[in-house]
């Protein structure tokens, strides 16, 4: 064998170049996997830093809130002391809701910052005291007259104290606050910081994969596959000699090590050409014979009965098809047409083996199913067989007929076409069998027999020809056999059948009509 000499590129220690590229591709798609990843994280933690700190930024205003509704409050009071009059009543009254609103935000905001919760409840308790201590009982004193313990409750005694207890713990909960947003700011720039570094390192790494896929597509595939290229160069050149470079990946040492087993072919090819010439004029003179062998016609037919015959190979001038006519006797008349898988003279050989057994078997005696076992006896591995075989009693016009598979020959009467159809199976595994069916000839009617190649024939438009369209030239003229396979011929021709794709046999049996007096 051509290049068996060499060991073989696939026990190569070598790692493929798929496997590289693969390798490379997959540490590709894991910088993907890790940056995509990264990315819906980093922007997950700046939205809930945003958040805190949009939630901070409230409770800030909210508190400073609650300090302005404190100074409302405390100068309500104070004015309405001093003067009496209601009127400064309305601030305070004001300033109580607004508290009570901050205090339900800041409540809320501790939910979540513990470290708020402390001051703020610290506020709440003293405001609440401020507000029963004082307030309430200097409005009281107020109302019924007593000026001076008004005014001793609000600025001398708990009232004074309480109201500042309650601004130093808000003052304290601002503080608290504003290092928050401070702290959630530096933090936010910080996580954009990382993961601006962190896309720098990956962009690097990118680059480095890219780098690195160049280079070894450079170094392990282009180089070596320039050599190559340049030896097949050579070769197109007329340099059968120079050998390929068996060099690079696995997969371009297999290539290259099929070139080069082509180019050892070639020279076996150009070293036996003379011989091989000279074996294709022996087989020419071979085919001719066998052409003529693969159609025969043998003995004159009784009076009243003609035949015509036509065959055309696909390929060349030898066919799969073949037929027989045969005169079996005074009053007896035996034909079959065959029909093998395949052209050429393989196929021919193959269908003209098939033929003589069914010419011998019908020359002893044998029924035409039987002489179909008889082919299918010696069958094996030589693809399909359809084929239609035959008896006529030319006395009676009796049809002793098999069919394996092989399309219907037709019967043409006056009136009417009578298909003679598949008996059996196609010729091609030992247990098929077959039956024996009877049909009629009167005088002037026709037995038409074809192969596939007929109803098969494909036009311009790829439309068949068809069972119909024959049905109807067989209906349409005369019914003597040579006049219905030219009127056939003619009528393919104007169908406008191409080249042909399968061998076409056509054989006619005709019985002459009553001669009228």
Known sequence: MVGADRGSPVDSPLVTIRRQVGLLFIAFIALVVLTGGGLVLVLARLQSISDELGNTRHARESAFNLQSALLDQETGVRGFVITGQDSFLTPYDAGRASAVDALAVLDAFTQHYPEAAAPLHSAESELALWQSEAVDPALAARRAGDLTKAAQLITVDAGQGRFSTVRQNLSTLGDLLARRENNLRRH?????????????????????VSLVTGRTLRDQLLKPLGEVVEAVRQIRAGDLDRPVPVVGPRELQELSSAIDDMRR??????????????????EAVVTVQLSGSLASTSGELPEGWHTAAYLRPAEGIVAGDCYVMDLLGPDRIGLAVLDISGHGAAAALTALKAKEIIRSALRSGVDPDRALEMVQAGWADKGFLTAFVAVIDTRRGAVRYANAGHPPALVRTDASLVPLAATGPIVMAPQARWTVEIASM????????????????????????????????????DATPQATIDRCLADMEAFGAGEPNDDLTILVLGRSPVVQP
């Open 442 to 477: 009167a005088q002037g009617d026709m037995l038409f027999v074809y192969t596939d190649g007929l109803t098969e024939a494909r036009n311009g438009e790829r439309d068949f020809y068809g069972e119909e369209r024959l049905a109807e030239m067989l209906m349409s003229g």
């Open 265 to 282: 072919s070639i020279l076996q090819l150009l070293q036996t050409e003379v011989a091989s010439r000279q074996a294709l004029e022996q």
């Open 188 to 208: 936010g720039d910080a996580v954009r910081l990382w993961f601006g570094g962190a896309l720098v390192a990956v962009v690097g790494l990118a680059a480095l």
